[in-house]
């Protein structure tokens, strides 16, 4: 397991505190020097915890174990298994040995500067349930792991020796799905994850003493409306307790920054009881607040936040403080045209975000480790993380997707499973846990109760209640997580990119029947990492060619999903089979950029017309694997990441590989007039083409997508069918042979039936592109368009449930074929199946005067000629042929760099120049940063461009940062690589 670090060292927190909790908090964890934790099986430990919690035990031959962490993690970390990450070593792992229960102990003393009223024991959670002991005394058992404990232990710590604290925690119930929730459904094991030893069972959140006096307060609830966005009503409401033994009164104060608004009220609570208390504008017209400074998603505007400051007082002595974050905002919702919207503050926002499944699959990620990889969505461009199936639990995930603008849809912990847990009322109170916990951060958008179903009752029905209750219905209740306005979940493979543009891509599952691209919360590729990281988890033995090591890492057939055969062949076709492991994972990078850009591209050209947001499957990775990622498991940025920042821009100038237009996406508030649209394209020698050079004054208005100009490249496909032979199902009209006879006025109908069909047979394999049917009055509603070498194997390449009679045209990417067939599925009217004309589109024919493979350069200029937006494609005159790359002239890079260092960060301030004289474009340059002495990439780090392509006399400017200890006092070089020099 690599040490993680975060990226530039000013971005932490002041405190890793649960809720920003601000009375003295000490933390009982295995990083602090004073607090040793013991782990042991509770089946090779005599006695119970009594027994345990005696000072005279000698627990000196238990293993050393991680808090947090996971039991399993323990015996990693103290040697005891191989490195999980690499080759199979996971797989080999006696499950038997950590799927039970662990005792952990540990031993601490009270701070002499607890001096307030009462000693409190916190846990934040468990996984899955505990039973706590302390100095012999059973304090009470955590179910779930969303449950916190807080457990007065004044009269039981010793002040003047050390305390020991035992605590039995038992692994989830089996299966987890959903049987055994609440808890990480996936360490099970998933298409992206292998099962973990112990199923992630441990003491897996915070563990911390604090000292209060006798009123404490609970839960404390910030709410924000917005009648204008000019003025925000706020209102505070909290649980405020009498911790003693007859009835006090106390006065509960806070304050709000910034604006320094202050409020104060006296409550009478009676002895060991609660008292609601709320401040609201009714009679405090202070949290009325004017000109607010409102939280706003990545893009559309600064996430400003607030803090709240509550003190409770007994007796004139502050008993307890609490801080808390928040931000002003307001959620809506509509489902204009059946398609889910949200909104902000008015402003409705195209969701542009990634799915997250596990920080860490043995739950290793921990504090400023989220803010390296939110902070990396953020500079994705993205505005929205799915948590999904409520993977992520703790606190920094939230507080940094607060911070850097990244709304949260936030699922529950049900996946598509007709069956309950098995102990419904603890799973309720989890989730009322949840929502209490969490109810406070800004970046909550959306609740989510299942993924791909709807929960089974009664939870659905409670999730429900909850959130209007607990939440006050500030935020909308999604039952399942691909209908009810969105478009379904999937595909997962990578695809040329005009399939994300053409028709629509189809969902594996879900969906509302209603043909579009919609709200897309899962649709994603498999990606293949670099080949440095590729050697980190793969054994050289297992480098090449492609064995069942791979398939552990998911790319075969534990990753089907991913359609790893698929991805093969785009390499294969595109740039040529791959000689080796280091090959491939280098051609792989440019499917990876080429696929992802696409995605979002093809879901932004549809913005508000039908698409409203699209969510890649995933955005992070939780193991050293071949998919589901953008960047990888150490951090390395792959061209999934950057095909993602480049689409994802704000204001973006983007090209339709289907149309051959060229558009401005404009995703921000504001109207950006007086700008310049200019396409170059570009051979591979480097030189432009100037006849296809264009240029257009645009104004980009918020929230739009505006047309700049077509390029002039020939769209035109060749008929391939005319007069080919021709094979029906059935014929009651006509001939078969008059669909391909050029007339308009013969045709050929089926007998009445559903499915019915009828090819043509090119002759001989060609590429196919395309199919033009007109149907006549008896149309096909649905039906699809199949493809084949041998008139018996058929691969479907487009399906339609919205048939309609008369003339459509279908495009599709190149296929190569000898067969082409329209298959019937469900009639249109009252009679069989009917054509005029059946015609097989070829490929688009290449454009005069362009290389085998070209360079499509766009740029976006504001009025003072600064760039805006830039964006760069490769384009074949064979759409799925790139192979002419490969015979690019090596590129001969000039360098120099600089180190700049401040405040704990260094940045690398690069300039890459492709000299005039240079033979051909140095095209998808790599840059990495790597340490002198061992060569180790400098990793994680922030960049704000990589696989960039240089046209002869063009400079790249490159800034790389990254925390200084990266470089452990050494020096740093630059590998700077094209993807010509191979």
């Not at 009164?249 to 608004?261: N, Q, S, W, Y």
Request: proline share 4%; net charge negative.
């Amino acid at each position: 397991m690599i040490e993680f670090k975060k990226i530039i060292a000013s971005f932490a927190l002041a405190a890793c505190m649960t809720g920003l909790q601000a009375q003295q908090t000490i933390y009982l964890h295995s990083d602090n020097p004073q607090t040793v934790w013991k782990l042991k099986p509770q089946a090779e430990v005599n006695g119970d915890g009594a027994v345990l919690c005696s000072t005279g035990l000698d627990a000196s031959k238990w293993v050393d174990a991680v808090v947090p962490g996971t039991a399993f993690n323990s015996y990693v970390v103290a040697g005891l298994e191989k490195d999980p990450n690499f080759g199979d070593n996971i797989h080999q792992v006696s499950r038997e040995k950590y799927d039970r229960s662990f005792w952990y102990r540990t031993t601490f003393d009270i701070p002499a500067d607890f001096t307030k009223d009462l000693i409190w024991l916190n846990f934040n959670g468990v996984n899955r349930r505990a039973d706590i002991y302390m100095n012999g005394v059973f304090l009470g058992r955590l179910d779930g792991f969303m449950h916190r404990g807080r457990f007065d232990v004044t009269r039981i710590a010793k002040r003047d020796a050390k305390n020991v604290l035992a605590v039995l925690v038992h692994m989830p119930d089996t299966p987890l799905a959903n049987q055994g929730s609440p808890t990480y459904l996936s360490s099970g094991g998933w298409d992206w994850m292998p099962y973990v030893p112990g199923l992630n069972s441990g003491i897996t959140d915070k563990v911390f003493l604090s000292n209060t006096g006798k009123a404490t307060v609970r839960d404390p609830w910030i709410r924000t409306d917005l009648p204008t966005n000019a003025r925000a009503d706020v209102s505070v409401e909290m649980e405020v307790k009498n911790n003693s033994s007859k009835k006090s009164k106390f006065v509960v104060r806070g304050t709000i920054l910034p604006g320094d608004i202050t409020f104060e009220k006296e409550v009478e609570v009676e002895a060991n009881r609660f008292s609601t208390l709320k401040f609201d504008k009714r009679y405090f017209p202070q949290l009325s607040i004017a000109r607010p400074q409102l939280w706003w998603p990545n893009g559309y505007g600064e996430p400003n936040l607030y803090t709240c400051k509550l003190e409770v007082l007994a007796d004139g002595e502050v008993s307890e403080t609490k801080e808390l974050t928040f931000g002003i905002k307001k959620y809506t919702y509509d489902w204009e045209g059946g398609v889910f919207h949200l909104s902000i503050n008015g402003m409705r926002v195209f969701v542009k975000g990634a799915n997250w499944g596990m920080s860490e699959y043995m739950l290793r990620c921990r504090g400023n480790e989220y803010e390296t990889k939110i902070r990396l969505h953020k500079e994705m461009n993205f505005n929205m993380i799915r948590n999904w199936l409520g993977s992520v639990t703790d606190e920094e995930f939230y507080e940094y997707c607060d911070k850097y603008g990244l709304m949260v849809w936030d699922d529950f912990w049900i996946n598509s499973n007709p069956n309950l847990p098995y102990d419904l009322n603890v799973f309720n109170n989890n989730v009322v846990e949840k929502i209490k916990r969490v109810r406070n951060h800004p970046c909550i958008a959306v609740w989510c109760g299942d993924n791909e179903a709807y929960p089974e009752q009664p939870i659905q029905g409670w999730m429900d209640v909850n959130i209007k209750t607990f939440d006050g219905g500030d935020r909308y209740f999604q039952a399942c997580s691909n209908t009810g306005g969105l478009s379904g979940s999937g595909y997962w493979g990578a695809f040329d990119s005009r399939y994300y543009f053409l028709n629509y891509p189809d969902p594996s599952s879900g969906g509302d029947g209603k043909r579009g691209w919609g709200f897309r919360t899962e649709i994603g590729t498999a990606v293949v990492p670099t080949f440095e990281s590729f050697k980190k988890f793969m054994p050289e033995s297992d480098w090449w060619p492609r064995n069942e090591m791979w398939n552990k890492h998911y790319f075969g057939s534990n990753a089907g999903n991913a359609r790893p055969d698929h991805y093969v062949a785009s390499i294969d076709k595109g740039y040529g089979k791959a000689e080796n492991a280091e090959d491939f994972c280098r051609k792989a990078q440019l499917v990876n950029l080429e696929s992802n850009k696409a995605m979002y591209e093809g879901w932004l050209d549809h913005i508000w017309e039908d698409a409203s947001g699209i969510m890649t499957w995933m955005g992070q990775s939780a193991y050293p694997s071949m998919v589901w990622q953008t960047y990888d498991y150490y951090y390395d940025l792959t061209g999934a990441y950057w095909g993602c920042k480049s689409a994802c821009e704000p204001l973006h100038i983007y090209w339709n590989p289907a149309t051959e237009e060229v558009k401005v996406v404009n995703t921000t508030t504001q109207t950006f007039d007086g700008l310049t649209a200019e396409a170059v394209i570009y051979n591979l020698d480097g030189k432009p083409v100037q006849r296809y050079s264009q240029s257009q004054l645009v104004t980009s208005y918020p929230n739009t997508t505006a047309r700049c100009f077509v390029l002039g490249l020939n769209c035109e496909r060749p008929n391939l069918s005319l007069g080919k032979r021709v094979v029906a199902s059935s014929t009651s009209t006509g001939d078969p042979s008059y669909v391909v006879d050029g007339k308009d006025d013969t045709r050929w109908g089926a007998k009445k039936a559903d499915n019915e069909w009828i090819y043509v047979d090119l002759g001989s394999v060609q590429p196919v592109g395309g199919v033009r049917l007109n149907f006549e009055a008896a149309y096909g509603k649905s039906y699809k368009i199949q493809v084949s070498n041998d008139a018996e194997n058929w691969m479907e390449v487009y399906k339609t449930s919205e048939g309609r009679e008369g003339l459509e045209v279908i495009t599709f990417p190149e296929v190569d074929a000898r067969y082409v067939r329209m298959f019937g599925i469900e009639l249109g009217w009252w009679f069989g199946y009917s054509l005029w004309s059946f015609d097989v589109l070829g490929g688009t024919q290449p454009s005069e005067g362009l290389s085998d493979v070209h360079f499509i350069r766009l740029t976006l200029k504001d009025k003072s000629g600064k760039i805006v937006s830039e964006n760069n494609y490769w384009r074949g005159n064979d759409r799925l042929d790139f192979t002419a790359l490969n015979t690019l002239p090596k590129a001969e890079l000039k360098t120099s760099s600089k180190l700049i260092r401040k405040n704990g960060e260094a940045e690398i301030q690069a300039v890459i120049t492709l000299p005039k004289s240079a033979k051909g474009v140095a095209f998808a340059v790599h840059v990495q940063a790597v340490r002198t002495s061992d060569g180790e990439r400098i990793l994680p780090a922030l960049m704000n461009d990589n696989y960039f392509t240089l046209m002869p006399g063009e400079t790249k400017n490159l800034s790389i940062t990254f925390d200084e200890n990266l470089l452990q006092g050494d020096k740093y070089k630059l590998v700077v690589t094209p993807y010509n020099n191979k």
